[in-house]
């Protein structure tokens, strides 16, 4: 994996402790997103702005109480977060590192520098949330790339995922293999995709189930996919995503970006070509016998090849149909010079 500037998490905040050190409408904001994810969100502050005590006064969930008064570090202990918005660098770090020694993640705004952790910019179709973050370097950028999220997300993804939730304890109960189980995710997915401007219902998920069903034992079988890509990721069809994203195993070229890896789940093994039967070299008959015998165990295998590197032809594949010969000058009805 390359190098991250900031790792994504997603904290569990419901009725835990919030603390926020300041009054601003800044601050007001962060007290509203805090409350949103079910924290209880207690505000230190002197001067309380208008923006604050309105959402104090309806918050989107959990409660937001505010102390008329400044800051002490024994408000700290037992917080699961805290928030600080200060004007100058000395208050910001006094807060900072009170924060650090109770043992709490702390984030002040607009001052990356005395962060723990950054909020970033959040599309939400909860529970399905995306966060986006330029690690403080171009708020702008996030925001901008949020708000192309937002027109490409339909308002109804938030009721397909809510869906998948509901369904996910049923499909257990449902005494579908592992195997039958990824397959219907994935038709659930594909209709997610597809059908997004509506809300699913019951029967979505008996038609889905049905279908995984009626595979039968070929729901089983594993797959073995050739990719063929370009000089980087913006080269990938949709269908190959959909191939990288599902593949259990995946053998690639030295010829393939790095980013295109990036396309694959966390849990895929990859294997550079090279790299088979413990580093020793391989050839054709290699990957052939290799990406066969996994497709047989039921894994799917993604074979993923640069369009520069040598071809590969899987040992099922027809050979490559003979050259016809050249037309003699009389058949193309020209004359010998």
Known sequence: MRPLARLPIFLALDDKRAVIAGGSAAAAWKAE?????????????????AELRAVAADPPRGAIAVYERAWTAADLAGATVAVGAFADD???????????AAGVPVNVIDKPAFCDFSFGAIVNRSPL?????????????????????????????????????????ALKFSRLTYAARCAFWQLFAKRALTQAQREPTPQDFQTLLAEVKGRGASV?????????????????????????????????????????????????RKLLVGEIRFGAACGENDVTLSTAGLARQGKRVVLLKAREAPRVTLAWQPPPKEAAAPESSAARGGAAA
């Open 33 to 49: 997103l805090l409350s949103a994810a079910g924290a209880q969100v207690e505000v230190f502050a002197e001067d309380i702005s």
């Open 90 to 100: 000395a208050n910001a770090a006094a807060f900072a590192q009170a924060a650090r």
């Open 129 to 169: 949330v995306i966060g986006i973050s330029t690690d403080g370097a171009a708020p702008v950028f996030a925001q901008a790339i949020r708000a192309r999220l937002e027109t490409l997300l339909p308002e109804n993804f938030a009721a397909w995922a809510a869906a998948a939730q509901r369904w996910r304890c």
């Open 220 to 268: 089983e079988s594993g797959s073995v996919t050739v990719i063929e890509v370009g000089d980087d990721a913006d080269s990938l069809t949709l269908r190959a995503v959909r191939a990288l994203y599902s593949a259990d195993v995946i053998f690639y070229d030295d010829g393939v970006q790095p980013e295109v890896l990036d396309f694959a789940r966390r849990e895929a």
